[in-house]
């Protein structure tokens, strides 16, 4: 019933900023704890960042933190994901995803929603 639409990748350089963008439909998207993930060709999808109702407790993974920030508008139904200093191995498609009752963030099994996902590529 939740619909996750994405947008904003494409193609960069390396030290390049994007911004990805995901609007929900839906009325209780405030409720909802927001991720983004990310995968490589061949790899397994990784948490890249969550973000928790109120936009006051967030998650980063490691190999992103300093570089990306999370952030959500609630009045506008959307998650953003701001990419700074990126580097190649950024290169991944990106998912939007929702979770109803939270839980092990980290996990791609703790989401009940996903969007279509979009590719970011950062060359070298």
């Known amino acids: 019933q939740v619909q996750l639409v994405e947008s904003g990748g494409g193609l960069v350089q390396v030290g390049g900023s994007l911004r990805l963008a995901c609007t929900a439909s839906g009325r209780t998207f405030s409720s909802y704890v927001m991720g983004w993930f990310r995968q490589a060709p061949g790899k397994e999808r990784d948490i890249v960042a969550a973000?928790?109702?109120?936009?006051?407790?967030?998650y980063y993974a490691n190999s992103v933190k300093g570089r990306f920030t999370i952030s959500r508008d609630n009045a506008k139904n959307t998650v953003y994901l701001q990419m700074n200093s990126l580097k190649p191995e950024d290169t991944a498609v990106y998912y939007c995803a929702a979770s109803e009752r939270g839980g092990q963030v980290v996990k791609p099994g703790s989401y009940d929603y996903w969007g279509q996902g979009t590719q970011v590529t950062v060359s070298s």
């Open positions: 973000i928790w109702g109120s936009g006051g407790s967030t």
